[in-house]
């Protein structure tokens, strides 16, 4: 199956500092998302990315699907950007195809 | 409104006992999946459903059995629970493309399984 690498597994940020989180994917994909988990266990999705640029607020992705990989950007960080990030990866191939996740990157935001 | 609800949000239970967790989604959806969360954080899914019928079955003890009485709901039925069943159990749905892959999926807020 599809193999997802994030980097870095762990990250701590001043508030206000801007970071790069990095996945790395084996295959092409027909679906690439990000998320976030919250402190609290919820799963909240930032972006449906499987090629392109998308920005929300402070929040930006991009995945350049040609060469296997997408980047989340957060810029001007909060404390409640807090948490860990997923990147998760379908592949392009024929029949229904699980979506995996990656690792994730556990980001903390220090006031 | 809720688009992806579980129940219950904790369950506490001790060894041995059969426990279910109940899924609904009311996005429209046609693909429903679970999830399980080790203590780690990863994710790994345990089953799909696709307009109710089984379509992703991974490698999961067969203690654990899905049921989709139709395609709003996925339900998780866990018989003889064991303590290295103690995780979070995310129920998930998406608008399936058929044979062409999956859209974007959400998710429910996890149901935290702990086996005593």
């Known amino acids: 199956g599809i193999q997802v690498e994030q980097s870095p597994p762990d990250l701590i940020l001043q508030e206000g500092a801007n970071s790069t989180l990095r996945c790395n994917f084996s295959d092409s994909v027909n679906n690439l998302q990000w998320f976030h988990q919250n402190p609290w266990g919820q799963l909240i999705n930032l972006f449906y990315?499987?090629?392109g640029t998308k920005q929300n607020g402070r929040l930006s992705a991009t995945t350049v699907a040609t060469e296997r990989y997408s980047l989340l950007y957060i810029s001007s960080s909060q404390t409640t950007d807090s948490g860990v990030y997923f990147c998760a990866a379908a592949p392009h191939s024929g029949g229904y195809q699980k979506v995996t996740f990656g690792i994730g990157t556990k980001l903390q935001v220090i006031p | 409104d809720t688009a992806v609800s579980q129940t219950p949000k904790y369950l506490v239970t001790q060894m041995g006992n059969d426990k279910s967790i109940k899924c609904e989604q009311n996005l429209g959806h046609d693909t429903m999946y679970w999830y399980k969360q080790d203590s780690k954080k990863f994710l790994k899914i345990m089953f799909s459903y696709n307009n109710k019928e089984l379509i992703i079955n991974e490698t999961v003890p067969n203690r654990f059995s899905p049921k989709s009485p139709d395609k709003a709901h996925l339900n998780l039925h866990i018989n003889s629970l064991e303590l290295g069943d103690s995780a979070v159990y995310f129920c998930?749905?998406?608008?399936?493309?058929?044979?062409?892959?999956?859209?974007?999926?959400?998710f429910g807020q996890g149901t935290r399984l702990t086996v005593v």
């Open positions: 998930a749905s998406s608008q399936g493309r058929g044979q062409m892959g999956n859209t974007e999926a959400f």
């Open positions: 990315i499987p090629s």
